[in-house]
């Protein structure tokens, strides 16, 4: 095993490698930035070298000098993280060729499934489902009207440098062809200086639904099951859980065969994450690799009991897997809230401030995955998930029951944070039933934020409201003014008479 590994990001995850690390008897070197100096994972790591201020091109994606901070104090490895330079097939060919270990799949594996025409073509390879569509980029408009004719309306236009939904366009009629096509590429060319586009076949309401894989360097690849990830906004995840309640038995192993076969076609060793979508038919369709660790991991090893991140070390230092794809079963349900700080009431603007106060949640069942604590700066130079929020449980409805009592438990003040709207899910009827699908959260938005207060809400308001009352109980003409409130609901007595007990305490 390695001896000491270099953690190549910031926040909650490189806490989280940090963690693996000393499970593993592995010390754990942090890089940071100018405005990270204080932060967390430098605290907890054993050693700690900054590389650069506080933007994030200047300091995390130095790769040059992360790897110069690796050679300088002797670690063996890098773990990448996620994010930053994690994807990035030279970082991890630099690593290599520095004479470095690189905590994740080869440089090959991961420019095997960086464009996305080419994976498809490596899936239909491995006989592995695509959306019915092209894999050569489109020559000009008049190509594209034909091959939209022969896969029928709607159509979607992709970027084949593409991923995370840049550069795609819904086309529903002929008409919109044309003009569809010039705004796709205009649009890659500037998210990726790459403006080839291709046709898929537009798939309507389904799930996404994905299957992680674990492969280690002796021929072992397995599938650890899939993850349902359908309530996402504007490509951003905001809720994962394990298992999924459209996946049956037979599907779970026909995905996590598919998964393995698409894997095995790109040579692919460590963690890694196959994205399918999956129609209201069953149907499911290959749509990209993420060849690295993922925000959502840890609902798969909370359901499958294996420690991913241990596993990505000790696969990346030669070690065999000692599982046989058998000895995959999943127990119980898992479901992760991303907590954000941005206020879902204002489009989800990110909130900046000082963490001036944090309770985080806990007691059976429940893990805090958080790169946050009292006093922490919130800034706009990274990403805005401050931690995630990950409970296990039996079953399904006991699963919610816990994330809901969790949430409750959770108080963050000092920035505003996505706390209260993950409550709102989870007391939403549609999520309750499990009918999600990816446009879900987008349509349901509106809904749930002008949603009825929050049982917390109503009772802090009761309380309020006591406190009042007991002030102006001498003021009985002025009490009369301000009672004339609804009838009170099961919420507001309840409310009524903790305040009442506190009283009496007083
Ligand atoms: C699709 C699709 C429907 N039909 N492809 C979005 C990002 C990229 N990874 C692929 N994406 C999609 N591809 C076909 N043929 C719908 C999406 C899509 C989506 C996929 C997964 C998770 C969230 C999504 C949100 C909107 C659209």
């Known amino acids: 095993m390695f001896r000491k590994v270099l953690i190549a990001n910031r926040g909650e995850i490189a806490l989280r490698v940090i963690r693996a690390c000393h499970e593993l008897g592995i010390a754990a070197v942090a890089v940071y930035s100018d405005a990270d100096a204080r932060a967390p994972h430098v605290r907890e790591a054993d050693e700690a070298v900054n590389v650069g ?19 300088r104090v002797g670690a063996e490895a890098i773990h990448p993280g996620y994010g930053f330079l994690s994807e990035r097939e030279w970082f991890a060919r630099a690593v290599r060729d520095a004479g470095l270990v690189w905590v994740g799949p080869a440089a090959e594996a991961i420019a095997a499934m960086g464009s996305k025409t080419a994976a498809r073509q490596l899936a239909i390879g491995a006989n592995v489902p695509v959306v019915p ?33 840049k550069g795609m366009r819904v086309v529903r009629d002929e008409k919109d062809l044309e003009s569809s096509l010039e705004a796709a590429r205009r649009e890659a ?23 992680q894989v674990l492969g280690d360097h002796h021929g072992t690849l397995l599938s650890l099951n899939e993850r349902e990830c359908s309530v996402q906004r504007r490509h951003q995840k905001m809720i994962e859980e394990a298992p999924s309640v459209a996946v049956t038995p037979e599907m779970r192993r026909a995905m996590g065969e598919t998964a393995v076969r698409a894997a095995r076609a790109a040579g692919y060793t460590n963690a890694g994450t196959c994205e399918f979508l999956l129609d209201a038919d069953g149907k499911f369709y290959f749509l990209e690799m993420n060849t690295r660790l993922q925000v959502e991991h840890p609902v798969t090893e909370l359901v499958t009991g294996i420690d991913l991140v241990q596993w990505q070390l000790r696969v990346a230092a030669n070690e065999k897997l000692p599982f046989k794809q058998e000895d995959i ?26 963490v001036d106060y944090l309770h985080v949640p806990s007691g059976p069942g429940v893990r805090w995955d958080s790169g946050i604590e009292h006093g922490s700066d919130v800034t706009l130079f990274y990403d805005p998930m401050l931690a995630k929020l990950i409970v296990w449980a039996p079953t399904r409805e006991a699963a919610i029951t816990r994330m809901h009592r969790a949430l409750s438990e959770l108080t963050i003040q000092g920035v505003d ?16 039933r499990g009918a999600i699908e990816i446009q879900w959260l987008e349509r349901r938005l509106p809904s749930l934020l002008s949603a009825k207060p929050t049982r917390e809400l109503c009772d802090v308001a009761a309380i309020a409201a006591a406190l009042l009352v007991d002030r102006e109980r001498h003021a009985p003409a002025r009490l009369a003014a301000s009672t004339s409130a609804p009838a009170p609901s099961d919420a507001y007595a309840d409310a009524w008479a903790r305040a009442g007990r506190l009283d009496s305490l007083r």
């Open 53 to 71: 201020p506080a933007p994030s091109a200047e300091s995390y994606l130095r790769g040059e000098r992360i790897i110069d901070a690796a050679k």
């Open 189 to 211: 060319k500037n998210a990726f200086g790459d403006d080839a586009v291709y046709v898929e076949k537009y798939i309507v309401g389904p799930r996404h639904v994905e299957i």
């Open 417 to 432: 944070t996505s706390r209260d709207f993950h409550l709102r899910v989870m007391e939403d009827d549609d999520f309750r």
């Open 329 to 354: 079963v999943p127990r119980g349900w898992a479901i992760e809230c991303r907590i954000t700080s941005e206020d879902p009431s204002n489009n989800f603007l990110p909130s900046t401030g000082k």
């Open 133 to 165: 569509g092209t894999t050569e980029p489109l020559r000009d408009a008049k190509e594209a009207r034909e091959i939209a004719k022969r896969f029928g309306y709607p159509v979607l236009l992709k970027a084949a440098a593409g991923g995370g939904g």
